[in-house]
């Protein structure tokens, strides 16, 4: 079958070189106002969020994502400290290290 499709594909005459590119020229203007609309949403998308953006209050209370984070926040400061501080204590006592030889 598939001996038969590419059997088929080879004997098929070539492609056109001329109505190629009368293809492509005819397909350009299209191509871009297609590309000038997808700017024109762009830019009003981002000018609507930017607008949105500037309604948000910063003074509003923290809610209970934002204290979850804070204290996720707090928890891994101390387990950065508690690390450090072991390692260093790790690092003090000569008793714990490994010999030489």
């Given at each position: 079958?598939?001996?038969?499709?590419?059997?088929?594909?080879?004997?098929?005459d070539p492609?056109?070189?001329?109505?190629?590119?009368?293809?492509?020229?005819?397909?350009?203007?299209?191509?871009?106002?297609?590309?000038?609309?997808?700017?024109?949403?762009?830019?009003?998308?981002?000018?609507?969020?930017?607008?949105q953006m500037?309604?948000?209050?910063?003074?509003?209370?923290?809610?209970?994502?934002?204290?979850?984070?804070?204290?996720?926040r707090t928890?891994?400061?101390?387990?950065?400290?508690?690390?450090?501080?072991?390692?260093?204590?790790?690092?003090?006592?000569?008793?714990?290290?490994?010999?030489?030889?």
């Open positions: 079958m598939i001996k038969t499709m590419l059997m088929t594909l080879l004997a098929a492609p056109d070189v001329e109505e190629q590119q009368r293809l492509i020229s005819g397909a350009l203007p299209i191509a871009g106002l297609f590309v000038l609309v997808l700017g024109i949403a762009l830019f009003l998308l981002w000018r609507s969020m930017k607008k500037g309604k948000i209050d910063a003074s509003l209370p923290s809610g209970a994502d934002d204290r979850e984070q804070a204290l996720d928890l891994t400061e101390e387990a950065v400290a508690r690390g450090e501080r072991e390692a260093s204590e790790a690092s003090d006592d000569p008793s714990s290290g490994s010999s030489g030889t």
